[in-house]
């Protein structure tokens, strides 16, 4: 007997097929684990057990054999959410926003302040930080 938990999780495929009146004694049973499209293959439960995909055996007696999927979490912001908690999400705006307020104040301190502009802006270092300095503010 074999199936597939949870269901719609995945298939199992089965090789030879079991003919009418059942397997004989020896045989060499190899079943094989697919997922569905949201699914990962996770593990064998009962008389067959193991993290392989392929499980090959002897067949001695009736079997039971259950492939266990797990779904796939997807890396969307809400699943980042979910793993960091929402108080690390805080921590993070909080650092991004600190980085870029002493980003600023670094930039505001290397520009050169004049008393007034240029006429030649476009050939004077001095006038062009100004003029950069009034475009961030």
Known sequence: EIAVNPEGGGGITIDPKEPEGGYLPGTQVTLTATASHDFEFYKWTGDVSGKELV???TMDEDKKATANFTQKENLSAAWWFR???PWAG???VIGLLSL???RRIRIRK???KVSAPCPLFLLSKCSYYRQIDTDRR
Do not use: C, H
């Open 90 to 92: 805080g921590v993070i």
């Open 110 to 112: 290397r520009i050169p």
């Open 83 to 85: 793993k960091i908690g």
């Open 55 to 57: 499980q090959t055996f």
């Open 100 to 102: 870029l307020i002493i």
